[in-house]
């Protein structure tokens, strides 16, 4: 029964959650402006942008 | 780690950037088209010098208009870029003039008085190739001695007290399996790892069938990755694998022609270096107007910056953080750009792929190989079934990283 | 951190930023000026930071001519009601050393 439902957990951490992720893809308009116009500052690594070897 | 990805903060940032900016953030610039070694999967398929290369004073003069487009930092690569003569002397010269050096070898001359005098300076940073943990994963690939030649060079940095060096690794199927012992290594060097996506550019079109991981092992990179966060570094390589899951560090993203590009040997400006192809062409520095006028007005990169649509990948939910994949990786295996990424977490790539049947992909160029057989790489398969080795090194630093390793478990 | 998670607001907290005492650009970091902003590099960190607002890159480049930060951001005309955006701002690149504390003249 335990093996079972680790393998089952297992199968659905491969694969994004579907629900979630459309859930990501809309988020609440206000929350995103919020986001945006609370950070001023982002930040990233150097080596953060494609195209560089 | 929680199932929703945080909310793309980027929205308006992404879309600049995507837009193109007055000036490259970073770009890479390949030296010299000359190298000592012969590695399999050479994205710029290096060994020969080219005579047309820019001259120590063409050099220079582009150094200048980087300065005055204040472009951070210059990746300097090639082939070999430490062969050139003049190396220290445009290195010296970068740095002088406000923009930031980190330059990609081999380590082939990197001695002891080169490791000190790159742990001198603020702005010169180095790093080293190496595609194996174990001087048998790394040879096959990129030729004999390369493994000791790279683990000398970083004791010789470790020794001048530069830490923060990048070891950098190009994964395959055959090291997937060596993630920790890298970490081990550049732990035990000082070193910053970084990994990056094996692209089926420059000779690498030529084993990336034998070479690129499998759908499984690009499953246990990503997790290996989000499990080390920003320890480790990916150059933004792997943005195709977002639709894991959450985002990896970086802009997630294709940079090139938006933010960042290649200028090449002999002066030509391409998208990006692993888009070496009259394709990916954007213009030439000795052109009027130089570099500045080819970042800003050339036809290809006004396209890139316009907006690109997903095509195929469109009604995916994956598209907003996988952006479709690399359009290099697209490219050079005949698949259309406006579709799914070769690797597509998803299988679309592979589908793809199978059904273009037998049409021979377009191939990089100009090609600098040297003109001698081409080194086969034999199929390893004992090599893909080693078990992912999790112990560490014995003391901090042996001279071997793997002395305490069991000796099966070594070559 | 990855962008991502450098985007999520803290929870109602107020960023912890002395405006009181004296700034400015850390010595090794370039500031290049943008349409939306600026982008500002960190030779030593190799950190890259993105200043999505025009009106805080003016502020950043005149923290070194001013007393306190407080002096620099009145100076710049930040209203009561966008302060806390600002030290959040401030803050975040206090943090990551994009800015510094310099002995007050």
């Known amino acids: ?53 | 780690m929680s199932v929703v990805d945080a909310p793309r903060p980027v929205g308006k940032l992404v879309d600049r950037f995507q837009e193109g900016l007055d000036a490259p953030i970073c770009l890479t610039w390949e030296l010299t088209y000359a190298c000592n070694l012969a590695c399999v999967h050479c994205l710029s398929s290096s060994g020969r010098r080219d005579p047309n290369e820019l001259s120590t004073q063409e050099c220079k003069a582009v150094i200048d208009e980087l300065e005055r487009m204040q472009v951070f930092y210059v990746n300097i690569g090639g082939g070999e870029p430490t062969v050139r003569k003049d190396f220290w002397e445009l290195v010296d010269y970068a740095t002088a003039h406000k923009v930031g050096v980190k330059f990609s070898t081999n380590g082939s001359r990197i001695d002891c008085e080169v490791a000190r005098r790159i742990a001198a300076s603020d702005y010169v940073d180095v790093q080293i190739s190496l595609d194996g943990a174990t001087a048998q994963v790394n040879d096959h690939v990129r030729g004999p001695g390369s493994y000791d030649t790279a683990i000398a060079a970083m004791g010789h940095l470790r020794d001048a007290g530069f830490s923060g060096f990048k070891l950098s690794v190009v994964c395959t199927r055959q090291n997937i399996a060596q993630l920790d012992d890298f970490k081990a290594i550049a732990d035990c060097y000082g070193a910053q790892l970084r990994l990056t996506r094996l692209r089926p550019s420059g000779r690498g079109a030529d084993v990336w069938d034998e070479l690129h991981p499998l759908p499984e092992q690009q499953k246990q990179l990503y997790d290996w990755l989000m499990a080390h966060g920003e320890d480790v570094l990916t150059g933004d390589s792997f943005f195709h694998l977002a639709a894991f899951g959450e985002s990896l560090p970086g802009l997630n993203l294709c940079g090139a022609g938006r933010v960042v590009c290649l200028i090449d040997p002999i002066g030509d400006v391409y998208a990006c270096p692993f888009a070496i192809h009259e394709s990916f062409h954007a213009g030439n520095v000795r052109s009027p107007g130089g570099f500045r006028t080819v970042w800003r007005d050339s036809e290809l990169f006004r396209e890139l910056r316009s907006p690109q649509t997903g095509g195929a990948c469109n009604s995916c939910q994956h598209f907003d953080s996988c952006r479709g994949g690399c359009m290099a990786a697209k490219f050079f295996t005949g698949l259309p750009l406006d579709g799914p990424d070769p690797e597509c977490v998803l299988g679309h790539g592979e589908l793809l792929l199978a059904a273009r049947g037998d049409q021979v992909p377009p191939k990089s160029s100009p090609d600098h190989s040297k003109n001698q057989p081409r080194r086969k790489l034999e199929r390893r398969p004992s090599l893909i079934t080693l078990p992912v080795i999790q112990s560490r090194p014995d003391r901090a630093c042996d001279e071997s990283p793997l002395a305490g390793f069991a000796k099966e478990q070594q070559d | 951190m990855p962008l991502a998670t450098t985007a999520r607001p803290s929870a109602g907290t107020k960023a912890d930023f002395d405006l009181d005492r004296a700034w400015q650009l850390h010595p090794q970091v370039a500031l290049r000026p943008e349409s939306f902003g600026a982008l500002a590099y960190h030779f030593g960190t190799r950190r890259l930071s993105f200043l999505k607002s025009p009106a805080l890159r003016d502020l950043v480049e005149s923290l070194a001519d001013h007393g306190t930060a407080r002096a620099a951001c009145e100076a710049a005309g930040v209203g009561d009601e966008q302060i806390s955006t600002y030290i959040q701002a401030l803050a975040t690149l206090a943090t990551s050393e994009m800015i510094i504390e310099r002995e007050a003249s």
């Open chain 1, 1 to 53: 029964m335990l093996e079972q439902t680790a393998q089952t957990s297992a199968a659905t951490e491969v694969l994004p959650d579907c629900a979630a992720t459309s859930t990501n893809a809309n988020p609440p308009l206000e929350g995103s402006a919020l986001v945006e116009a609370d950070l001023l500052v982002e930040d990233v690594s150097i080596d953060g942008m494609c195209g560089v070897y």
